[in-house]
């Protein structure tokens, strides 16, 4: 977080104002929005820990367009004149420009919005002191907030949405490949290596619906709670809903000004996806290793070592998958800091931002480069198959016994016997002789070996949501839909 240079000043000049002075704003640092009931300023100490600008001024655009929403309904409902109106809106665009040009880099003011309303004061002079009527930072804040959370909320549903579509790609890539479908991380049954890819877009999609989930929740304006008990002035809250583009005005006054439940969801739907791109970078991780090599990483995505000249490794998804910590963490930081507060806005919420931020930022760090990672990333079926042991068959061979009326529990047993055998002569499990086969159970005739053959096996499991090829182009169909449709 950066912090304007001379914020924390402890010289204590920053923190002595003469409240007796006309000037209706702030102007200098440590000058409060709230100097008429103070004798003395805020102590050099309180300063820097008051501060949120740091984390706050990247709402700005929200601030900007909150307070002209705010300026209208004011006008509207006659406690400002048209005149005074088209002054605030005027004077918040020339804001809105100036900021756009300068930024804040030096703003010596405690939070955004003070920043805005510093500014809009040197714009347009004593005007801007009636822009606050009957709003309280408590709203405002939580207004700006809940605004930038629906467009970062379509920003990073955009970036999932490019992540699954690589996934299709490489689903679509893998139809007619095998590779091993493991559990325990130990070969389980061979499965298409569409299967697997596809395993990880499910997950997306699903984290997708969690943060449109996030984004409704969001939809709902507090603007008009005042600091906790609403507004005393006939302000038309379902007008400034349009304005605003919210879904739902909030019912209750003092829960507007602290729910940040959306916020819990958003960054939990972040910490889900963040174990997500976890799991896929650990598969990209060990796939990508010269002991696997199922998946050859683009050059775009690997980082060679300083030392040892043959290196290639797998940083983008080793770093998905560390990133994963930190935005469990947010998670954990956002509900402790809800846990326990009284009704009402207390001053903790502040700290609601940096965990929202920080997950925004991570997920729109990591799902992009992910996406690229693996869009451009190859199978290497050739490697799928070297790996694949025919044990992998064992359970189409006690299938096998089961279609000739054979019990799976005695299929099992028998199958079990014949993977021993097979181990202890050192011979893989499809090359026994056939009279090992029928002196375990006679129900084996010669076409036991047709039971070895990795596509049947896979083509045999055409139940929906199965490994065939069938169940695997309409899942293909089925993912590419739901993504069209978010
Ligand atoms: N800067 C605060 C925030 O980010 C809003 C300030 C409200 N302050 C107050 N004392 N009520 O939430």
């Not at 002075?21 to 103070?38: C, M």
């Not at 997306?204 to 709902?220: I, M, Q, W």
Request: charged share 25%; hydrophobic share 40%.
């Amino acid at each position: 977080m950066s912090r304007p240079s001379h914020i924390g000043n402890l010289d204590g000049t920053m923190s002595t104002h003469d409240s007796t002075s006309a000037r209706p704003e702030q102007d200098s640092p440590g000058k409060t929005l709230w100097g008429g009931r103070f004798n003395a300023g805020m102590a050099p100490e309180m300063i820097p820990l008051n501060l949120s600008l740091g984390v706050d001024r990247r709402l700005w655009r929200e601030d900007i367009r909150g307070s002209m929403a705010w300026a209208r309904a004011l006008a509207e409902a006659a406690v400002i004149s048209d005149r005074e109106c088209g002054l605030l809106l005027e004077g918040l665009e020339q804001v809105g420009a100036r900021m756009e040009r300068e930024g804040l880099s030096d703003a010596p003011d405690e939070d955004i919005h003070s920043a805005v309303e510093r500014m809009l004061h040197e714009t347009v002079g004593s005007v801007a002191g009636k822009l606050h009527t009957g709003r309280s930072r408590n709203d405002q804040s939580s207004t700006d907030v809940r605004l930038w959370g629906m467009a970062a909320a379509d920003r990073v549903l955009e970036a999932l949405r490019m992540l699954v579509g690589a996934l299709l790609d490489m689903a679509e890539q893998g139809i007619d490949h095998v590779m091993p479908g493991y559990t325990h991380l130990q070969q389980g049954q061979p499965i298409r290596a569409a299967q697997w890819a596809l395993a990880h877009a499910w997950a997306f999609l699903r984290d997708g619906e969690r943060v449109r989930a996030a984004r409704r929740a969001a939809s709902v304006l507090p603007l008009g709670s005042g600091a906790v008990a609403g507004c005393p002035f006939p302000v038309n809250r379902e007008g400034l809903r349009v304005a605003l583009g919210f879904a739902r005005v909030s019912e209750n006054s003092v829960d507007a000004v602290s729910d940040r439940d959306w916020i819990c969801d958003l960054v939990y739907a972040g910490a889900m996806a963040g174990m997500h791109l976890s799991r896929l970078g650990e598969d990209l991780v060990l796939f990508s290793s010269t002991e696997f090599g199922f998946v050859r990483l683009s050059d775009g995505f690997s980082t060679g070592s300083s030392l040892m000249p043959q290196k290639r490794n797998p940083d983008a998804a080793e770093l998905a998958r560390g990133k994963a910590g930190r935005l469990a963490g947010n998670l954990q930081a956002i509900l402790t800091l809800l846990k326990g507060l009284p009704t009402g806005y207390n001053r903790d919420l502040q700290e609601d931002k940096v965990p929202l931020f920080d997950t925004v930022d991570t997920l729109l760090l990591t799902v992009p480069a992910m996406a690229g990672a693996v869009a451009s990333a190859a199978l290497r079926p050739e490697r799928m198959l070297a790996a694949m042991d025919s044990q992998l068959l064992a359970t189409d061979l006690a299938d096998y016994l089961v279609r000739c009326g054979v019990p799976f529990r005695e299929s099992h047993e028998v199958v079990g016997r014949l993977v021993r055998r097979a181990e202890d002569d050192g011979v893989p499990l499809a090359e026994l002789p056939a009279s090992v086969f029928h002196q375990e159970h006679r129900a084996f005739a010669d076409d036991v070996y047709d039971v070895f053959d990795w596509l049947r096996s896979a083509d045999a499991r055409d139940s929906d949501g199965g490994t065939s090829r069938r169940a695997v182009v309409e899942q293909i169909e089925k993912a590419r839909d739901r993504l069209a449709q978010g």
